[in-house]
């Protein structure tokens, strides 16, 4: 039996929406004989509880103990927490430190992926087309202006708090004051904001993985956010949202389809990303692709298009999952 420690939840504004992945992932290593899971959910503090409430210590020994100082040896972890500190790379860090293999990307990756400025940065040194966009570093006015100066060139433009997923801190804007809101609450949540140039867009999702040795690129998924608003967090989770997914996008060309996936190889080699990843392009009205985001753990809620383009692509979760585990362990040993 390998002991796999699934840490759930986080500090972040992502909280829930973890849970509902943990629960994903539970789910299927329920299948996995081989596999023993303990869970645990993580407070804001990085505190420990299991389902009873019951107080959990993770330490350098590589053990799980609880109150009464009865301990479980952790052989492998599963980071299950979107946002701070799991997708960030901050628990991926500690982690190293105490030498237990993890699912998913690397504190550096993980870290470079999860800011959307560094992401813009990366994805310009390997080549990949990104929307254009401001960067401003504080909320002081110089840096103001130039956000200013982006809506008047650009018309709408999307505000973005450079730390934060599931379209929390993302603001889509048309008007000077919807601007100064947006920017008030982006910086509220981050010390970064990035300004980008709102376009007309069809957004396509790949899932890129490695799978029995071998990286697997997916053809595109597609999302289709309702016409009168984007793929906000209420599209994306809430009961009643109008969003619509497709497995695989129609009608997009063979040299479309050779651009995305390329593309996607390289933001995955480059950025030194393992185990998983969702990455998102956007397809304008001109025909134009731009790589959007880089998800180093992206949703895998029941209805998620990591899981769904992973089992379309022929492979089954399950034994994607339980055989990364497997791997890294007997690595280990
Ligand atoms: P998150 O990490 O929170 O998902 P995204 O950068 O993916 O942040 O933005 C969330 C959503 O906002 C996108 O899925 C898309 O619907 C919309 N969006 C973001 N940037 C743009 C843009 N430049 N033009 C048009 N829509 C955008
Ligand atoms: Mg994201
Ligand atoms: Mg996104």
């Known amino acids: 039996m390998i002991s796999t420690l699934l840490i759930c939840g986080g500090g972040g504004s992502e909280h829930e929406v973890s849970l509902r992945t943990a629960d994903f992932i539970e789910r299927q290593l329920r299948q996995a004989e081989d596999i023993a899971l303990v869970r645990v959910e993580m407070d804001g503090n990085g505190r420990l509880t299991d389902r009873n409430g019951g107080v959990r210590q993770l330490s350098q020994d590589r053990m799980l103990r609880d109150e009464n100082g009865e301990a479980w040896e952790v052989q492998y972890v599963i980071p299950s927490i979107h946002g701070y500190p799991g997708e960030t ?132 998924g597609e999302v289709c956010a309702p016409a009168d ?46 185990d998983l990843s969702r990455i998102d392009f956007f397809l304008t009205d001109d025909g134009e692709i731009y790589l959007n985001e880089v998800n180093t753990f992206p949703g895998m809620t029941s209805i998620s298009m990591f899981p769904k383009m992973l089992e379309n692509a022929g492979h089954d979760f399950s034994h994607y999952l339980a055989s990364l585990i497997r791997a890294a362990v007997s690595r280990e040993t």
């Open 89 to 220: 790379g901050d628990l991926q860090s500690l982690l190293e430190l105490y030498g237990i293999p993890y699912y998913g990307c690397g504190p550096e990756a993980s870290k470079n992926c999860f800011n959307k400025i560094t992401t813009k940065l990366w994805l310009s040194a390997l080549g990949i087309d990104n929307t254009p966009y401001q960067f401003l570093c504080s909320n002081e006015a110089e840096e103001i202006g130039k956000a200013s100066m982006a809506l008047q060139e650009w018309g709408q433009v999307f505000v973005k708090a450079s730390n934060q997923g599931s379209s929390v801190g993302c603001y889509k804007v048309s008007s000077a004051e919807e601007l100064d809101a947006a920017l008030a609450q982006a910086f509220a949540l981050s010390p970064y904001v990035l300004v980008e140039k709102s376009l007309t867009v069809r957004e396509l999702e790949v899932a890129a993985y490695n799978y029995e040795g071998e990286l697997v690129i997916t053809p595109p």
């Open 229 to 274: 608003t984007f793929y906000s967090y209420e599209e994306k989770y809430a009961e009643g949202s109008r969003a619509v997914t497709h497995v695989e996008a129609r009608g997009l060309s063979d040299a479309q389809l050779g651009w995305i996936k390329e593309a996607s190889r390289r933001a995955f080699v480059g950025l030194q990303l393992k």
